[in-house]
């Protein structure tokens, strides 16, 4: 004989009751921590004269970036895509890395600013309030959602220069729409080499212009707003403590807690679209 074994639906429905409220309990707590921090963030904001945005991948995340790893398909799915971003294999095989790269320049040039964006170019246009931006990413997003002063710490994908004598280069560059194994790099019409991407790889130091631009914002900001940036990818992690030490307020605005949290004066857990528009909102 086997038996069986039942639950009163009478029961069920009470289980399935009980787990409701307690999901409904959770989400409204974290609505209001939410709402919570992000009138806090804007009471900083309102009250400062010069905010610094620091801004990681996350940022370009809610405009459709993909990230390397995301960005693998086709010809690429079987290629690490670190190793397209590393100066030893531009020396390896210039024509593979050209062509991954001006690939992913199109895709970037196919996304339009999101909603942070606009709210910080639109904040900047404020009388009597100064909005810097520096920023890990290399689209120019930033400046298409309306910021004017954007320092781009690991350079830009729509700038080239010389890969060897460094002369910068405004002719014009194929943007395949398709992924492809191989395209031919320009030449620099100065020396005769090939012309490269303007944005730092793997194995190369950050510009010193723009490194020193982004240590001096964060001395003279009165507010940091950091936004989709893990904090640990270093040297660029640690602008934000220089900030810190000054006593200035620091929100970030992240969907989950990063190693930057620690520091934060206001942790507003969601995405840059969601988040910076009722930040920056008058």
Same mark, same amino acid.
């Given at each position: 004989?086997?038996?069986?074994?039942?639950?009163?639906?009478?029961?069920?429905?009470?289980?399935? %009751?009980?787990?409701?409220?307690?999901?409904? @309990?959770?989400?409204?707590?974290?609505?209001?921590?939410?709402?919570?921090?992000? !009138? @806090?963030?804007?009471?900083?904001?309102?009250?400062?004269?010069?905010?610094?945005?620091?801004?990681?991948?996350?940022?370009?995340?809610?405009?459709? /970036?993909?990230?390397?790893?995301?960005? !693998?398909?086709?010809?690429?799915? %079987?290629?690490?895509?670190?190793?397209?971003?590393?100066?030893?294999?531009?020396?390896?095989?210039?024509?593979?890395?050209?062509?991954?790269?001006?690939?992913?320049? +199109? $895709?970037?040039?196919?996304?339009? #600013?999101?909603?942070?964006? /606009?709210?910080?170019?639109?904040?900047?246009?404020?009388?009597?309030?100064?909005?810097?931006?520096?920023?890990?990413?290399?689209?120019?997003?930033?400046?298409?959602?309306?910021?004017?002063?954007?320092?781009?710490?690991?350079?830009?994908?729509? %700038? +080239?220069?010389?890969?060897?004598?460094?002369?910068?280069? !405004?002719?014009?560059?194929? +943007?395949?729409?398709? #992924?492809?194994?191989?395209?031919?790099?320009?030449?620099?019409?100065?020396?005769?080499? $090939?012309?490269?991407?303007? =944005?730092?790889?793997?194995?190369?130091?950050?510009?010193?212009?723009?490194?020193?631009?982004?240590?001096?914002?964060?001395?003279?900001?009165?507010?940091?707003?950091?936004?989709?940036?893990?904090?640990?990818? +270093?040297?660029?992690?640690?602008?934000?403590?220089?900030?810190?030490?000054?006593?200035?307020?620091?929100?970030?605005?992240?969907?989950?807690?990063?190693?930057?949290?620690? /520091?934060?004066? =206001?942790?507003?857990?969601?995405?840059?679209?969601?988040? $910076? #528009?009722?930040?920056?909102?008058?």
């Amino acid at each position: 004989m086997s038996i069986m074994l039942t639950l009163d639906p009478r029961l069920c429905r009470s289980l399935v %009751n009980i787990e409701n409220i307690t999901r409904l @309990k959770d989400m409204t707590g974290h609505d209001k921590e939410l709402q919570d921090s992000l !009138e @806090k963030a804007h009471a900083l904001v309102s009250d400062a004269q010069h905010i610094e945005v620091f801004t990681g991948a996350g940022m370009s995340a809610d405009s459709g /970036i993909a990230t390397f790893r995301d960005a !693998e398909t086709g010809v690429w799915e %079987n290629v690490d895509p670190n190793i397209m971003a590393s100066v030893d294999s531009w020396a390896e095989n210039p024509g593979q890395m050209w062509a991954f790269s001006q690939w992913r320049s +199109y $895709l970037a040039g196919q996304a339009e #600013p999101n909603a942070g964006h /606009i709210a910080i170019g639109d904040w900047g246009k404020r009388d009597g309030v100064k909005v810097t931006v520096t920023t890990q990413n290399i689209d120019d997003l930033h400046e298409r959602g309306g910021s004017t002063d954007v320092a781009h710490l690991h350079g830009s994908q729509f %700038n +080239y220069r010389c890969s060897v004598c460094s002369r910068p280069w !405004e002719g014009e560059v194929e +943007y395949p729409t398709e #992924p492809v194994e191989r395209l031919t790099p320009p030449t620099c019409p100065a020396c005769g080499n $090939l012309v490269r991407p303007g =944005v730092v790889w793997f194995g190369e130091a950050l510009p010193q212009g723009g490194w020193m631009k982004a240590e001096q914002r964060m001395r003279e900001a009165d507010l940091v707003v950091i936004v989709g940036t893990s904090g640990v990818v +270093y040297p660029a992690a640690a602008l934000p403590l220089i900030a810190r030490e000054r006593g200035v307020p620091i929100i970030e605005v992240t969907p989950k807690r990063t190693e930057l949290s620690k /520091i934060a004066t =206001v942790v507003v857990e969601t995405t840059a679209a969601e988040g $910076l #528009p009722r930040i920056f909102a008058d």
